[in-house]
């Protein structure tokens, strides 16, 4: 099975055996904001049932946020939230491993007071990979909040590595049932290539409802009633992520600006583009002569074409479908390989950065134009512009 199949926190627990957690807060520039809050909330939409699960959908959340300095007392937060619940629920991870994760920390304080300013925060959304989890774009979240951002990630019911029922200390693992039985049909004897995204569309939009209704929960947050700026709305995801973010911005137009980290669109956004700042941050492959990865490049550029507003493409050498993730970081086998996952973070965060900056806040720092070498290829589309 190729690795970009492997669902990350896989490949994480094999690596924490022998390795220590790094320190983040060294990572971090000393630039807008110094302290970070952090909530984490364990949400119910009880209006809606999966359509394929039964179940209410249920997200955990994590909420990043400038803060007040919370006091010299203050413990910093955990890599993975509610890990003492994960350890009693489940079998999930060894003794072991729950220890070795307890010793990694992030640069934020749980429940440290929201810092005061006149403005509204504005507010970035994200969705994990399949199969992944939202500790791993903590780097992002982070010096997202460090720019002044309100950040939410969420872990979806059955997409994600685990949801957590944290009034019912309960544990509810992954089921990827739907996304199985859909790859298990032949193409084109039992199913059509496009009959197959659209099936997988019916699920991406699943996700995409998430998305919105975690907006709309962010809103009636008690903390943070009043203080967000929700007139435009930055989101960014990875992998099927990326798709849940995309068919989220068709449902709610408070979405203005979508970064999608190497995740195809759903058909519906395929037909018709999108009408918001778009970047698409992706591995260099091989476009010009496999066969796949033609057909996969031109689906993708035709959707950049069809948007209407201003769009990016950015894709990296070296990279793989997993180089978005963070935990290499976090929980490298080695110093060396967390410094090389530092620098990969950072050369991708400085696109984050730019261009949210661009299409939420009017700044003129993303002016990437069309250009092509043996690190990066960029594709510039200037939609209605």
Same mark, same amino acid.
């Not at 659209?198 to 409802?209: P, S």
């Given at each position: 099975?190729?690795?970009?199949?492997?669902?990350?926190?896989?490949?994480?627990?094999?690596?924490?055996?022998?390795?220590?957690?790094?320190?983040?807060?060294?990572?971090?520039?000393?630039?807008?904001?110094?302290?970070?809050?952090?909530?984490?909330?364990?949400?119910?939409?009880?209006?809606?049932?999966?359509?394929?699960?039964?179940?209410?959908?249920?997200?955990?959340?994590?909420?990043?946020?400038?803060?007040?300095?919370?006091?010299?007392?203050?413990?910093?937060?955990?890599?993975?939230?509610?890990?003492?619940?994960?350890?009693?629920?489940?079998?999930?991870?060894?003794?072991?491993?729950?220890?070795?994760?307890?010793?990694?920390?992030? +640069?934020?304080?749980?429940?440290?007071?929201?810092?005061?300013?006149?403005? /509204?925060?504005?507010?970035?959304?994200?969705?994990?990979?399949?199969? /992944?989890?939202?500790?791993?774009?903590?780097?992002?979240?982070?010096?997202?909040?460090?720019?002044?951002?309100?950040?939410?990630?969420?872990?979806?019911?059955?997409?994600?590595?685990?949801?957590?029922?944290?009034?019912?200390?309960?544990?509810?693992?992954?089921?990827?049932? &739907?996304?199985?039985?859909?790859?298990?049909? +032949?193409?084109?004897?039992?199913?059509?290539?496009?009959?197959?995204?659209?099936?997988?569309?019916?699920?991406?939009?699943?996700?995409?409802?998430?998305?919105?209704?975690?907006?709309?929960?962010?809103?009636?947050?008690? &903390?943070?009633? /009043?203080?967000?700026?929700?007139?435009?709305?930055?989101?960014?995801?990875? +992998?099927?992520?990326?798709?849940?973010?995309?068919?989220?911005?068709?449902?709610?137009?408070?979405?203005?600006?979508?970064?999608?980290?190497?995740?195809?669109?759903?058909?519906?956004?395929?037909?018709?583009?999108?009408?918001?700042?778009?970047?698409?941050?992706?591995?260099?492959?091989?476009?010009?002569?496999?066969?796949?990865?033609?057909?996969?490049?031109?689906?993708?550029? /035709?959707?950049?074409?069809?948007?209407?507003?201003?769009?990016?493409?950015?894709? &990296?050498?070296?990279?793989?479908?997993?180089? &978005?993730?963070?935990?290499?970081?976090?929980?490298?086998?080695?110093?060396?390989?967390?410094?090389?996952?530092?620098?990969?973070?950072?050369?991708?965060?400085?696109?984050?950065?730019?261009?949210?900056?661009?299409?939420?806040?009017?700044?003129?720092?993303?002016?990437?134009?069309?250009?092509?070498?043996?690190?990066?290829?960029?594709?510039?589309?200037?939609?209605?512009?």
């Amino acid at each position: 099975m190729p690795l970009k199949y492997i669902p990350a926190l896989l490949w994480c627990f094999l690596c924490m055996a022998t390795v220590g957690c790094t320190s983040p807060t060294d990572a971090i520039p000393e630039r807008g904001h110094p302290t970070i809050g952090l909530r984490d909330v364990d949400w119910v939409d009880s209006s809606r049932v999966d359509p394929h699960y039964g179940d209410y959908r249920r997200l955990n959340v994590r909420i990043w946020y400038p803060a007040a300095h919370p006091g010299a007392d203050s413990l910093l937060a955990s890599y993975y939230p509610w890990l003492d619940l994960v350890d009693k629920a489940s079998d999930y991870w060894s003794a072991e491993q729950v220890d070795r994760l307890r010793e990694c920390h992030l +640069s934020a304080y749980p429940g440290a007071p929201l810092l005061q300013q006149k403005a /509204g925060f504005p507010v970035i959304v994200f969705s994990p990979s399949l199969g /992944g989890h939202l500790s791993h774009y903590s780097h992002y979240a982070e010096r997202l909040a460090h720019e002044g951002y309100v950040v939410l990630g969420m872990n979806h019911l059955y997409e994600s590595a685990y949801v957590l029922d944290v009034a019912g200390s309960r544990f509810i693992p992954s089921n990827q049932m &739907f996304h199985d039985s859909l790859k298990e049909l +032949s193409i084109p004897d039992e199913i059509t290539a496009d009959q197959y995204r659209l099936v997988k569309g019916d699920r991406q939009k699943v996700l995409g409802e998430d998305v919105v209704f975690a907006l709309d929960q962010l809103a009636k947050t008690s &903390f943070l009633q /009043g203080r967000l700026d929700l007139e435009k709305v930055g989101a960014f995801g990875h +992998s099927i992520g990326g798709a849940a973010i995309v068919y989220a911005s068709l449902l709610d137009d408070r979405i203005g600006a979508l970064i999608n980290m190497d995740g195809t669109p759903p058909s519906v956004a395929l037909d018709r583009g999108v009408d918001v700042p778009y970047l698409f941050l992706e591995d260099l492959t091989d476009y010009e002569n496999h066969p796949g990865y033609i057909l996969l490049h031109a689906r993708r550029q /035709g959707f950049c074409e069809r948007n209407t507003a201003a769009s990016w493409r950015i894709l &990296f050498a070296g990279f793989h479908h997993n180089s &978005f993730l963070d935990q290499g970081y976090y929980l490298g086998l080695s110093p060396a390989e967390q410094s090389r996952a530092e620098d990969r973070l950072n050369w991708i965060y400085g696109y984050v950065s730019d261009f949210f900056n661009m299409a939420l806040r009017q700044k003129d720092t993303f002016d990437y134009a069309t250009s092509t070498s043996d690190s990066v290829h960029v594709f510039r589309f200037r939609g209605g512009n």
